[in-house]
């Protein structure tokens, strides 16, 4: 019976990372640009060693990869508002200082007059460095990502000021995967990785004036957490009819 409540636990400790992933994905439905992650899923492993021939213990198999299906686009009349378009993600500074991507696209400007987003990630430029735009000026973003400034004190009509173009990169044929800060970052390689260029795809682009939402949906999320929840009590009983049956055969093999 111990083979039973043995593989019952390992099953519960292993389902944590699903729990986990479920519960940031929902703690997360009103975060703009987040995207959700491929599931994780369980497979049997065998157990070596003396004893445990018989013996195959469920393991987690994470697979964080970052679904990049768009979320809801919502428009916001804010200048500094963009949502990146197709698959492309946006290149920003991460707290280490290496060259991270996002979707999120509320943009502000720092006291400093550096461009950041909601999430206080510096926006880099498309030479590597941050888009700094001089305090007081109004901001206006192209489509292909180029920032223009117009001081508004100038006299008379003023031309905008092409200050930098965001660095945005297409991810489609990329994979992502998510980083402890809640960044993306090229799978399987080290962080400040950039994404490759691919020949014969257009450039990427935004839409300004715009924000993406989550692409979490909180109805499939709460079945998902229910039924995480069902397999946690399933593992239990299971845990305590071995329990049961072991003392049964114990008691039936006491003297008389």
């Known amino acids: 019976m111990d083979r039973l409540a043995f593989n019952a636990v390992a099953s519960i400790n292993e389902q944590r990372v699903a729990r986990q992933m479920t519960t940031n994905e929902l703690a997360n439905v009103s975060t703009p640009g987040f995207k959700r992650s491929f599931e994780a899923a369980m497979r049997p492993i065998q157990i070596e060693g003396p004893g445990f021939e018989t013996r195959m213990q469920p393991q987690s198999q994470t697979t964080d990869n970052i679904n990049l299906r768009p979320g809801i686009a919502m428009s916001t009349g804010n200048e500094m508002d963009v949502a990146m378009n197709q698959q492309a993600v946006m290149g920003v500074t991460a707290s280490d200082g290496t060259l991270a991507f996002t979707r999120r696209g509320d943009l502000k400007m720092t006291a400093t007059g550096a461009l950041e987003n909601g999430a206080g990630h510096l926006v880099r430029g498309q030479g590597g460095g941050p888009i700094t735009i001089p305090p007081g000026f109004k901001v206006s973003i192209n489509n292909d990502g180029s920032v223009f400034a117009v001081n508004p004190a100038q006299a008379g009509p003023a031309a905008p000021v092409l200050i930098d173009r965001i660095l945005m990169r297409d991810a489609s044929q990329t994979a992502l995967e998510r980083r402890t800060d809640g ?66 055969g114990a008691s039936m093999m006491k003297p008389a």
Do not use: H, Y
């Not at 399987?188 to 990785?193: D, E, R, V």
């Not at 939402?213 to 845990?239: A, D, H, T, Y």
């Open 183 to 248: 960044l993306f970052q090229v799978l399987g390689k080290p962080p400040g990785t950039d994404i490759a260029a691919i020949a014969g795809r257009p450039l990427p682009s935004l839409t300004s004036q715009t924000l993406e939402g989550s692409n979490v949906n909180p109805l499939e999320v709460m079945v998902k957490l229910m039924e995480q929840s069902r397999s946690f009590e399933q593992q239990v009983n299971v845990i305590k009819q071995a329990k049961d049956a072991d003392e049964a």
